[in-house]
């Protein structure tokens, strides 16, 4: 008797071996179907139950928002207060009545510290080659040290530094990805008596990989907030013009991307294809798996793209 697979355990599987995303899926799906988010309106936001923040994309945003600008200068302090700042203003749009989650990365396991190995030496060498060009070219830098986004690390002094910071909110210390936290609660939650299958939840994130993650978490009500994304956006001009450097959350436009709507949409898809004997949401995770192996670092299929 043939075994069938359980495509929703591979993607579970899958999705929990960490990797840095599917290469391109956000804009993929948001000029597919245009339709599918919002710009957040003050008077016009959809109420939420739970706000999930994955907090290593806020910490990026407000320490080294261009890494280009080798005079870019800023002190822990700030950085610090930038965080708060950027959480504040996220709490204040969604505003969630139960539940607020604050992830941040912990230790990864062994095969995506290696990556990150990889990815940190690379990200060192660049910016000392940045540094030295802007030198032969005479320019005068700052004397403040440059902040090393290499910091933002499990086990560096800075995050320590920010741990104590944020202890107000934060008591546990787990490992593993901020997002693959938040998704673990969530399966928590469900297994609970009493657990309100109407809980409409809300996720801050900058990985791609939020969608599948989100889509594989069966809840019929859930929404991913991020930063507008302006595709197509013509590279700055190399002038003298001073730019504005630190993240300012007043001045951002923040989208709301609605799964329940990417599900029909998908369904509609693969409508056509006849192939609905299958139960919808088979179909759906079948499709999040292909594209999670496409993301998937550690398989290698180097020929896949969507």
Request: charged share 25%; hydrophobic share 40%; glycine share 4%.
């Amino acid at each position: 008797m043939k075994k069938e697979i359980d495509c929703h355990a591979l993607i579970v599987q899958v999705a929990r071996g960490d990797h840095m995303g599917v290469p391109k899926f956000y804009r993929w799906i948001s000029e597919r179907y245009p339709c599918l988010s919002e710009v957040i309106s003050d008077t016009e936001i959809p109420e939420f139950d739970n706000l999930y923040l994955d907090m290593n994309g806020i910490i990026h945003n407000c320490s080294h928002p261009n890494d280009d600008d080798v005079k870019f200068r800023i002190s822990q302090e700030q950085i610090f207060a930038d965080i708060f700042a950027y959480i504040d203003k996220l709490f204040n749009i969604i505003r969630p009545k139960k539940v607020f989650f604050l992830a941040v990365d912990g230790v990864a396991p062994r095969a995506k510290m290696n990556q990150q190995r990889a990815r940190r030496f690379m990200s060192a060498r660049t910016a000392e080659e940045q540094l030295q060009a802007h030198l032969r070219k005479g320019e005068e830098l700052p004397k403040e040290k440059r902040f090393d986004s290499n910091c933002i690390t499990p086990g560096t002094l800075f995050m320590a530094e920010l741990h104590s910071e944020l202890s107000k909110w934060l008591e546990t210390k787990c490992p593993g990805e901020g997002e693959h936290k938040i998704m673990d609660f969530i399966r928590h939650e469900r297994t609970l008596e009493g657990y309100d299958s109407n809980t409409r939840h809300c996720m801050y994130g900058l990985d791609a990989d939020l969608l599948m993650l989100g889509i594989c978490s069966h809840e019929p009500h859930f929404s991913l907030l991020r930063e507008e994304v302006k595709f197509n956006r013509p590279a700055p001009k190399k002038s003298g013009a001073a730019v504005p450097h630190r993240a300012n959350p007043s001045q951002i436009n923040f989208h709301l991307l609605h799964l329940s709507l990417l599900r029909e949409y998908l369904y509609w898809e693969f409508y056509p294809l006849k192939v609905f004997f299958l139960r919808a949401q088979s179909v759906l995770i079948c499709f999040i798996f292909l594209q999670e192996l496409n993301g998937y670092l550690f398989a290698g299929f180097t020929t896949i793209s969507i």
